[in-house]
């Protein structure tokens, strides 16, 4: 089955500057990829995918690039806000069958003001 | 719009005690997933619902868990007897699946179980 690995688990940075979070896969017939944030005690909310037909897609502060050869996907987030703290998972599937996703650990982001 | 919703909240147990968590999904979302999220993991499908039926419920430890969804509305997780490996959070999650596509894929806020 597909195993997702996620770094680092935590990351630290300080107020405006950049957070970049890195996922590698295992199942190469993965084609979607979606990022969750969690803040503590709430649940999971989807806040950026792409799928394997495109190499980056942004949305504001965030983007997400993928590559399928090496089989690994990021985040970025940049001009970091204090808001922004929360875990962020990221996770691969199959076909388009969100529910049905490999989920990464998660990576535990601390935006200090 | 209403979420998901899930209940109980929080959840205490003994272990070898039972538990049952409920959830009702997004009006109109046909399919329905239980999940199980470990403390410093990411969700673990448990099981897949569409309408009343279950599609995959190939990680769910069915020695000591079931799941139901007799109407095709809300669901139930059962744990019998509870374990205390079984402390998590069990997420619940529904959406509308047209055999392509995903749409409007929610989580609830979830179910605290810690199994003392």
């Known amino acids: 089955g597909e195993n997702v690995e996620q770094h680092p688990s935590t990351l630290s940075v300080q107020e405006g500057d950049s957070a970049v979070i890195k996922c590698t896969y295992s199942d190469s017939a993965s084609n979607y990829f979606p990022w969750y944030k969690q803040e503590l005690g709430k649940r999971p909310q989807l806040i950026i995918d792409i799928r394997s037909n495109v190499g980056e897609k942004k949305d504001q502060r965030i983007a997400v690039t993928l590559n399928k050869t090496a089989k690994h996907f990021s985040l970025h987030i940049t001009e970091t806000q204090p808001e922004d703290s929360a875990v962020y998972f990221c996770?691969?599937?199959?076909?388009?069958?969100?529910?049905?996703?490999?989920f990464g650990d998660g990576t535990t982001l601390t935006v200090k003001p | 719009e209403a979420g998901v919703a899930q209940s109980p909240r929080y959840k205490i147990i003994e272990k070898r005690q039972s538990v049952a968590f409920w959830c009702n999904p997004i009006s109109g979302h046909a399919t329905l997933y239980w999940y199980q999220q470990i403390l410093g993991q990411g969700p673990k499908l448990l099981i897949q619902?569409?309408?009343?039926?279950?599609?995959?419920d190939s990680q769910l430890p069915k020695d000591r868990f079931s799941a139901e969804r007799l109407k095709g509305v809300d669901s139930t997780l059962k744990i019998q007897p509870a374990k205390l490996e079984d402390s998590a959070v069990y997420l619940c999650?529904?959406?509308?699946?047209?055999?392509?596509?995903?749409?409007?894929?929610?989580f609830g806020s979830g179910t605290r179980l810690t199994v003392v």
């Open positions: 619902f569409q309408n009343n039926g279950v599609v995959d």
């Open positions: 999650a529904s959406s509308f699946w047209d055999k392509t596509t995903n749409y409007g894929y929610t």
């Open positions: 996770a691969a599937s199959r076909g388009t069958n969100a529910g049905k996703s490999t």
